[in-house]
């Protein structure tokens, strides 16, 4: 059994590629993925070559998770069926490439355990649970303040507030630099760093992955404050100390998204408490994967970009 899979040989060096996956065990789904999404995180690390070490990481690699599709097969007892549909965050199940990711391909074998039920009606949207998941575990949980401040309106800054909004809490400010980012607001604010007067912000979540505005962003916190880093940042992290220590400032910084996260917001996707729409802005077929990787890192009107896979099999 085989796939075509985005195969990323090494820095800029991709192109789809046909490639054998590991038989299907026990516990094990195969599942024909219907869309896959290209993250501008992770992944444009690894495609720029700029990510740091990571533990089974490691050039040739399949990138992506964020994939959806439906199974076709099911081991016994995995409480599976084929033509149930399912979210899948990468898989490990490729000959010749690194699989930490492993989404980005048209079929995938992965444990029953890792996988996700959506909705049949998902269609490309249902690729994006992740980061859903990802907004959600940054804010859930014991002593967590929700964002009174977000920088940054990608697709995480707006999950960010969307989930804010979900969970009843005034709407909060939404930073963005970008003019071509600042429409597409529900329900909450988006405005420029220097049209901003506050200085008292009690929880800020950094969405924008820009190590730079540390500073700038402690002198916005009242005292006892709180940074968030959801971002991802590939250089060392700095501050000057002085205004954090007259702030009593924390940080705290998000990490992946657990099991539950992925359950709790695919229930409520499927309430319509968390709406997913207008968050994609750009879909390519798989055979078009170049390109498509070069428009999601190079283009800044691109949110999110989404491969279609229906047709590379």
């Known amino acids: 059994m085989d796939a075509r899979a985005v195969f990323l040989n090494g820095p800029k060096d991709l192109h789809l590629d046909r490639l ?8 094990d789904l195969v599942v024909e993925i219907a869309h896959s999404g290209i993250s501008t995180g992770t992944e444009k690390l690894f495609w ?9 990481s490691g050039y040739p690699l399949v990138p992506g998770y964020e994939a959806a599709g439906e199974v076709v097969e099911a081991a016994p007892g995995t409480g599976f069926k084929p033509g149930d549909h399912v979210f899948v965050p ?12 492993g989404g980005a391909a048209s079929r995938l074998v992965t444990a029953a355990e890792r996988v996700t039920r959506t909705d049949s ?8 649970l992740a ?3 990802t907004a959600r575990h940054a804010m859930a949980g014991l002593n967590k303040h929700v964002p009174e401040l977000i920088v940054g309106h990608g697709v995480l800054g707006r999950l960010l507030a969307r989930l804010t909004i979900a969970a009843g809490a005034p709407a909060p400010t939404v930073w963005e630099t970008d003019p071509a980012r600042q429409g597409g607001a529900e329900g909450y604010e988006v405005i420029s760093p220097e049209d901003d ?11 924008s992955g820009n190590a730079a505005i540390l500073n700038d962003l402690i002198g916005r916190l009242k005292k006892g404050g709180e940074i968030v880093l959801a971002g991802f940042y590939p250089q060392g992290l700095s501050f000057a100390f002085p205004p954090a220590f007259m702030r009593e400032a924390r940080l705290r910084v998000a990490a992946e998204w657990t099991r539950e996260d992925l359950t709790v917001v695919g229930r409520l996707i499927e309430s319509g408490a968390l709406n997913m729409g207008g968050l994609i802005t750009h879909q390519r077929p798989a055979s078009e994967a170049e390109g498509a990787y070069r428009t999601a890192f190079e283009s800044p009107d691109c949110l999110k970009m989404i491969l279609n896979w229906k047709d590379a099999a």
Do not use: S
């Open 197 to 207: 007067p506050r200085r008292d912000y009690g929880a800020i979540y950094d969405a």
């Open 48 to 56: 720029t070559g700029d990510m740091p070490p990571f533990p089974g």
């Open 131 to 133: 980061l859903a998941a």
């Open 90 to 101: 990468g898989a490990n199940c490729f000959d010749g490439a690194f699989g930490l990711f």
């Open 121 to 128: 009606n998902a269609g490309p949207e249902g690729a994006l």
């Open 20 to 27: 054998p996956l590991t038989a299907p065990g026990e516990g």
